[in-house]
């Protein structure tokens, strides 16, 4: 199964989203980070710590924070299907991995979407508005008129809010680990019965979707689905 990935998306450059990406880090031990800039003529995977740590760096940023491993990719976004599943098969080892860029987010698909709004709600990019779309956690000034998905969780910029932000976070993360260990104990061979899987998902309080997907990354086969549930 792929680590935990949680993507830091943001409505514009210096909304926060390196501010929140090391503020996770700092919670999140044994953890590791990828920072994604878009180039337009090459593509590259940096993991020299002497680049990383040069001052200034967002990277720098990620490393004084706690982060087990960065890496920095750069990219046209057309070759992201080749450079990004490199950088996260590196990082396979770890607990968990922090994306940070909107391009990279669409492209993984992450567990958990956050996204930063800036001071101003209507400033948000032409590209950054269908990820702010998929958010399930958006980070806004207080009292900020945002539309955002039904399921998504909103917290502000405050000390109080960002606390809670991590809790929620952590509880996200702590229930896929219960998800997986529980389709590792009730399959058999790699299988599992789909009235087993859709028990599992009301036991767990969880879509149909997040067991099968857990399932897909375990190899676990769903079997006998006649509800198209999964």
Known sequence: MRPFIIGIGGAHSGAGKTTYASLLLQHFKGWGAIKYTKTGLYASVVDDLTTLSEDNKDTRRFLDSGAERVLWVQSPPLELGEVLPLAVEELSALKGIIVEGNSAI?????????????????????????????????????????????????????????????????????????????????????????????????????????????????????????????
């Open 106 to 230: 669409e492209f993984l698909v992450p567990d958990i979407i956050i996204f930063i709004l800036g001071s101003d709600p209507s400033e948000i990019k032409a590209g950054a508005k269908s990820l702010l779309s998929k958010a399930d956690v958006v980070v806004a000034e207080k009292g900020a008129s945002v539309q955002v998905k039904e399921r998504a969780r909103r917290f502000s910029r405050s000390a109080g809010e960002n606390a809670e932000l991590l809790r929620y976070v952590r509880e996200m993360v702590e229930k896929k680990e219960k998800i997986a260990s529980s389709l590792r104990e009730k399959s058999d061979d790699g299988r599992i019965p789909c009235p087993v899987a859709r028990k599992l998902a009301e036991e767990l309080s969880v879509p149909y979707s997040e067991i099968g997907r857990v399932a897909n990354e375990l190899q676990i086969k769903i079997t006998g689905c006649e509800l198209g549930c999964f």
